[in-house]
């Protein structure tokens, strides 16, 4: 059985009159979804609607329980870190996450900023050791494939575009999900949303394309 982790992060949930989503990254992660449940019927789905629900914000007291010693923490520590360990324990169980978002200033929401903040986590989900040198930190879990589902207003933010390095959305999300035990990642994009011409027509094409070659290459 293969678990998905499927997370939303839009500000923009249902169009109840239409019964539809007004958010692009959703509906393209819904086509995931269906193309997925198609072929593989044995899966099972944890979803978690983040922009919807958004996690809390860390805080002073949060990092402070998450560095203390599991056998020390307080009932209020452990209680801090409930929805923290509910997360993560989410991550743990998923083969994939499949993750939806906007671009949000040129980065992601401050909703999915928000889960990363809460599932990163101190001998959780990485180790760190001052032995190891320059880079003391090193993921616990492995063996995790990410689908990042994104979708942006203007255009050209893949490699060599032209609004490459003003990309801090799939690059950010590509590094931080390493200490989440993503070794395979991959980013489908629909762009060109403010534009809304046929340019932002091809891009949504080309992006359920993707997704259709993307499930068949998973399974
Ligand atoms: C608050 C906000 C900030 C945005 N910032 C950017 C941006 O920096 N770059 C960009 O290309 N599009 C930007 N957009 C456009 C969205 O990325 C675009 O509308 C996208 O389709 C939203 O995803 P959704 O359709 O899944 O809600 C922004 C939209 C909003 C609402």
Redesign the pocket.
Known sequence: MTTILHLDT???TLDKSRSK???????LADSFREQWEKKITDTEVIYRDLGANPPDFINELWIAAAFTPDEQRTTEQNSLLSLSDELIDEVIKADIILL????????MPAVLKAWFDQVIRVNKTFTFDLSRGDFPLQPILSGKTMVLIS?????G?HVGGV?EK?NYLGPHIEVASQYLGIEKFYEIR??Y??FGDQRHIKSLSYAHTEIINLVSQLI
Do not use: D, K, L, V
Request: hydrophobic content about 20%.
């Open positions: 839009s500000a923009r989503h007004n958010s692009i990254s959703r509906t939806s978002t906007p671009m949000y200033n040129y980065g979708s942006c207003g203007e255009f933010f609004r003003m629909s762009e949303q403010e």
